[in-house]
């Protein structure tokens, strides 16, 4: 599921040096993205940053 399109603008936290999570989430039954992680929900999903896309699903264990 996509949640939100962001514009194309390079992170202020990676000019500063600060390393960013990479997580792996699935979507469905056989879809997985990796991205930088950017939230959890209550629910257990988590939230994802692939280029301008973020996108929502159950993390890998």
Same mark, same amino acid.
């Given at each position: *599921? =996509? +949640? /939100?399109?962001?514009s194309?603008?390079? /992170?202020l936290s990676? #000019?500063?040096? !600060? #390393?960013d999570?990479?997580?792996? +989430?699935? $979507? %469905?039954?056989? @879809? /997985? $993205?990796q %991205? =930088?992680?950017?939230r959890t #929900? &209550?629910d %257990? !999903? $988590?939230?994802?940053r692939?280029?301008?896309? $973020?996108? /929502?699903g *159950? &993390? @890998?264990?």
């Amino acid at each position: *599921m =996509i +949640i /939100s399109k962001g514009s194309a603008t390079k /992170s202020l936290s990676n #000019f500063l040096g !600060r #390393f960013d999570l990479l997580r792996t +989430i699935i $979507i %469905g039954t056989c @879809v /997985s $993205i990796q %991205g =930088i992680y950017v939230r959890t #929900f &209550p629910d %257990g !999903r $988590i939230a994802v940053r692939d280029g301008q896309t $973020i996108y /929502s699903g *159950m &993390p @890998v264990a």
